[in-house]
């Protein structure tokens, strides 16, 4: 099993800038591709960016695409997200998840199969 922890999440205001981290331990972390997820209250949660296993691709949901930069570092076993221009409509809880080993890219929602706990992000003047 993976263990994810997610962490950086805090009241920002719009315009702002935020960097979560992940911090992923575990058999498999390097094989994997790993995306970034968010959940608001009464929403379904959705993919905001994916980064390849080799940190050779990477992809963004067209809501975040040139705010949002996702990183990995996979002797580190790190993941980040760097957030900018934030707005009061990126407020949600933010999960740090990994897909299957060795699965296909860009990984189908359903190959996500490690999660963290989430971690708060609250964008509001």
């Known amino acids: 099993q993976v263990h994810v922890v997610e962490s950086g999440g805090r009241l920002v205001q719009p315009g702002g800038s935020l960097t979560l981290s992940c911090a992923a331990s575990?058999?498999?972390?390097?094989?994997?591709?790993w995306g970034w997820f968010r959940q608001s209250p009464g929403k379904e949660r959705e993919l905001v960016a994916a980064i390849s296993r080799s940190s050779y691709s990477t992809q963004y949901a067209d809501f975040v695409r040139g705010r949002f930069t996702s990183s990995r570092e996979n002797t580190e076993k790190m993941l980040y997200l760097q957030m900018s221009s934030l707005k009061p409509e990126d407020t949600a809880v933010y999960y740090c998840?990994?897909?299957?080993?060795?699965?296909?890219?860009?990984?189908?929602?359903?190959?996500?199969?490690?999660w963290g706990q989430g971690t708060q992000v609250t964008v509001s003047p």
């Open positions: 998840s990994g897909a299957r080993s060795l699965g296909s890219w860009p990984p189908p929602r359903e190959e996500f199969d490690s």
């Open positions: 575990g058999a498999g972390c390097s094989s994997r591709h």
